[in-house]
């Protein structure tokens, strides 16, 4: 009741507007106005019959044993081998904790419980997860165990929601574990944080367990995704993808605490000299999904994994005899290091030119920093 009475006001508010309407030195733009603030929430995967979850088991068994749930097609039995993400049928999962590095309207006071899964479809040499991402690095776990977890962390951590980090190449498993869970009592929203590499059929297959997408639009041209990620025509999956996210489960929403528990949240990193991407990314999400579309223009960015390392040609040489000191030519840097381009932090201009063309092109619901240094809503 008193949320509806807090809606009716908001509507007769002059603040809840969009920015083109907001005045300009007064009001601030509320993300938690209707339509996207809630009374309640229940999750998803509580609402769907029990036929529908059969059928879901089913189909999750069945892509196991011929695995085409990510754009790689590998087709390989799970149960026998492996294919490009490195994982079989148990889930290898490194990292289970509250989680405080979040957006915060999903860490919340208590945190977002993080499940960080071991391996990856994509093969992003600047992967700021690379060690565990790129390998096999975690303990394994049954689809049944990593249920008991999500179990733990709602229980014991009394954390807002499961946040699945780097699931698309464990979607089945997900799928039977978030399954297990309902009958064992989970009531928290389910996370899917993804990059974006994601097959339709995979996603089908979450329609209904899923409450917030959190995709990753990484870059543009097929050529970056080539050299960056070592994938083909990313970009082209990711649109498909982030779209059939937002048709499931539409805008993010809020209940009064501040605390999103439905739908679609956008990140984008900001690569060293690839602002030109980024900005033909945001304003196809504001001309294809949605410009009430929750974007985070992250800033993140720095070199890891294989960026800045010496080139393997060069560091494959033996280095030549080191002549007198008198005799040695002027010094001179000759080792040419990997992936040079993106090879510094990202810029302050750089990502204040990706959120202006965000802004031009009407999106104008964002992650902000909070100012306070602590839980913002």
Request: overall charge negative; charged content about 20%.
């Given at each position: 009741?008193?949320?509806r009475q807090v809606n009716q006001l908001l509507r007769r508010s002059r603040f809840v507007k969009g920015p083109a309407s907001c005045p300009p030195k007064f009001?601030?733009?509320?993300?938690?106005?209707?339509?996207?603030?809630?009374?309640?929430?229940?999750?998803?995967?509580?609402?769907?019959?029990?036929?529908?979850?059969?059928?879901?088991?089913?189909?999750?068994?069945?892509?196991?044993?011929?695995?085409?749930?990510?754009?790689?097609?590998?087709?390989?039995?799970?149960?026998?081998?492996?294919?490009?993400?490195?994982?079989?049928?148990?889930?290898?999962?490194?990292?289970?904790?509250?989680?405080?590095?979040?957006?915060?309207?999903?860490?919340?006071?208590?945190?977002?419980?993080?499940?960080?899964?071991?391996?990856?479809?994509?093969?992003?040499?600047?992967?700021?997860?690379?060690?565990?991402?790129?390998?096999?690095?975690?303990?394994?776990?049954?689809?049944?165990?990593?249920?008991?977890?999500?179990?733990?962390?709602?229980?014991?951590?009394?954390?807002?929601?499961?946040?699945?980090?780097?699931?698309?190449?464990?979607?089945?498993?997900?799928?039977?574990?978030?399954?297990?869970?309902?009958?064992?009592?989970?009531?928290?929203?389910?996370?899917?944080?993804?990059?974006?590499?994601?097959?339709?059929?995979?996603?089908?297959?979450?329609?209904?367990?899923?409450?917030?997408?959190?995709?990753?639009?990484?870059?543009?041209?097929?050529?970056?995704?080539?050299?960056?990620?070592?994938?083909?025509?990313?970009?082209?999956?990711?649109?498909?993808?982030?779209?059939?996210?937002?048709?499931?489960?539409?805008?993010?929403?809020?209940?009064?605490?501040?605390?999103?528990?439905?739908?679609?949240?956008?990140?984008?990193?900001?690569?060293?000299?690839?602002?030109?991407?980024?900005?033909?990314?945001?304003?196809?999400?504001?001309?294809?999904?949605?410009?009430?579309?929750?974007?985070?223009?992250?800033?993140?960015?720095?070199?890891?994994?294989?960026?800045?390392?010496?080139?393997?040609?060069?560091?494959?040489?033996?280095?030549?005899?080191?002549?007198?000191?008198?005799?040695?030519?002027?010094?001179?840097?000759?080792?040419?290091?990997?992936?040079?381009?993106?090879?510094?932090?990202?810029?302050?201009?750089?990502?204040?030119?990706?959120?202006?063309?965000?802004?031009?092109?009407?999106?104008?619901?964002?992650?902000?920093?909070?100012?306070?240094?602590?839980?913002?809503?």
């Open positions: 009741m008193l949320c009001a601030r733009c509320l993300h938690l106005a209707p339509p996207f603030l809630l009374d309640d929430y229940t999750p998803r995967y509580q609402l769907i019959s029990s036929i529908d979850a059969s059928r879901k088991r089913s189909e999750a068994y069945a892509h196991l044993r011929n695995c085409n749930l990510c754009p790689r097609l590998c087709g390989v039995n799970r149960f026998e081998k492996t294919g490009t993400c490195l994982i079989g049928a148990d889930v290898v999962v490194n990292t289970i904790a509250p989680h405080f590095g979040e957006e915060p309207c999903l860490q919340g006071h208590n945190g977002s419980g993080s499940v960080f899964f071991s391996g990856c479809n994509l093969r992003c040499v600047f992967c700021q997860n690379y060690d565990i991402a790129h390998q096999r690095n975690g303990f394994s776990l049954t689809p049944e165990e990593l249920a008991e977890w999500y179990m733990q962390l709602q229980d014991v951590g009394k954390v807002h929601n499961i946040n699945l980090v780097t699931p698309e190449h464990v979607v089945p498993q997900v799928v039977l574990s978030i399954l297990h869970a309902r009958e064992l009592g989970l009531n928290l929203p389910i996370v899917y944080n993804t990059s974006s590499f994601d097959s339709l059929q995979s996603l089908e297959l979450l329609d209904g367990l899923v409450d917030i997408y959190l995709p990753d639009f990484k870059v543009w041209s097929n050529s970056t995704s080539k050299r960056l990620l070592k994938a083909d025509n990313y970009a082209a999956v990711a649109m498909e993808s982030i779209k059939v996210m937002y048709d499931q489960v539409g805008d993010l929403c809020f209940t009064p605490d501040g605390i999103a528990k439905k739908g679609v949240l956008v990140r984008h990193l900001v690569m060293p000299g690839k602002e030109d991407e980024g900005r033909e990314i945001v304003k196809w999400l504001a001309d294809n999904v949605s410009k009430d579309l929750f974007v985070h223009v992250m800033e993140q960015y720095h070199p890891r994994a294989h960026v800045g390392k010496a080139n393997r040609s060069v560091a494959s040489r033996p280095d030549p005899p080191v002549e007198p000191i008198e005799l040695q030519a002027p010094l001179k840097l000759t080792k040419p290091l990997r992936y040079e381009e993106i090879n510094r932090p990202v810029s302050h201009s750089e990502v204040a030119s990706v959120r202006q063309a965000a802004e031009l092109a009407g999106l104008w619901r964002f992650i902000d920093a909070a100012e306070h240094g602590g839980f913002n809503i």
